[in-house]
């Protein structure tokens, strides 16, 4: 049986988002990949990075680190990496070869230039990607959903707790005990729950000194954007523009920290015309995350 990146075609057709090519597709994508030199704990790519290449594991292992904490263990025959080689998105992960990893990567540039030359395999392959990425999402939003469902048991269960910490005798943690739920039962509340503006949507604060800032996060109550010049100093009050990809309202409020150069702010009660952008906003933003 004839071999591609050193497995049997067959083997590399088990891999999902090869199913669909025929041999010569086959050999013609392949043709683009080359060997990779990574020994054991050599970093492939970190979080952040430009995602440059897609790679294929055909022996040994990687092991994938998002920014979570979690880490998995990839065994062959997989792809890493396809999405982000294929759309230009930055990397979410950190991946480091494993024991006897053995691994063939494409340049980003070489496989759009192949499906540009052959629009019908460009075609072809991007489907295979579109469907393998809504399915991913399917199964992400199955796993919010439960996600959901034991955030909203677990603020219930947090707050009969306070009660019966009210109803019940004094004891020396009854007043520790009862704060700590209630600053929980606060920042689990639907209202602290933020966003990260999407490019198609981007958001900017406007200072009065006419500076421009991205919007990184944002919630009906806390806004987080990494300023061009002098961040402001924990515990001063802050005013400026908030630009929502249309409307524009004014805010003010107090800083709350600066970490990594960015700068958090606890926003002030907005009157109700203001409040009402904000929401339609934050409401757009978090449609873009569903599919219906």
């Known amino acids: 049986m004839p071999e591609l990146l050193g497995l049997p075609i067959e083997d590399i057709r088990s891999i999902p988002l090869f199913r669909d090519l025929d041999d010569g597709e086959l050999a013609a994508v392949a043709g683009l990949f080359a060997r990779v030199d990574a020994s054991a704990g050599e970093e492939l790519f970190r979080i952040g990075d430009d995602a440059n290449a897609m790679y294929v594991l055909t022996g040994g292992e990687v092991h994938l680190e998002p920014d979570d904490g979690e880490q998995f263990v990839l065994r062959p025959p997989c792809v890493i990496g396809e999405l982000g080689a294929l759309s ?41 990607l579109l469907d393998i990425c809504a399915d991913k999402i399917d199964r992400d939003q199955r796993r919010l959903q439960d996600m959901r469902g034991n955030l909203i048991r677990t603020q219930k269960a947090m707050k009969q707790m ?131």
């Open 88 to 128: 230009g998105l930055k990397r979410n992960s950190r991946a480091v070869a494993g024991d006897g990893a053995q691994l063939w990567s494409a340049d980003r540039g070489a496989l759009l230039d192949l499906f540009a030359a052959n629009p019908q395999l460009g075609v072809r392959f991007e489907k295979r």
């Open 162 to 292: 306070r009660d019966l910490i009210l109803e019940a005798e004094d004891t020396p943690i009854s007043g520790p005990l009862h704060d700590l739920l209630s600053t929980l039962i606060e920042r689990n509340r639907r209202v602290n729950y933020r966003v990260s503006p999407p490019a198609a949507a981007a958001a900017f604060v406007r200072t009065d000194d006419g500076e421009r800032a991205p919007v990184e996060e944002i919630s009906r109550t806390h806004l987080s954007f990494r300023p061009a010049g002098d961040a402001p100093v924990p515990g001063e009050r802050f005013s400026g523009v908030l630009a929502l990809a249309g409307p524009e309202i004014p805010i003010s409020g107090k800083v709350l920290r600066i970490y990594k150069g960015r700068v958090d702010i606890e926003l002030d009660l907005l009157i109700d015309e203001y409040a009402s952008a904000l929401e339609g906003y934050l409401t757009r933003v978090q449609m873009l995350d569903f599919l219906v």
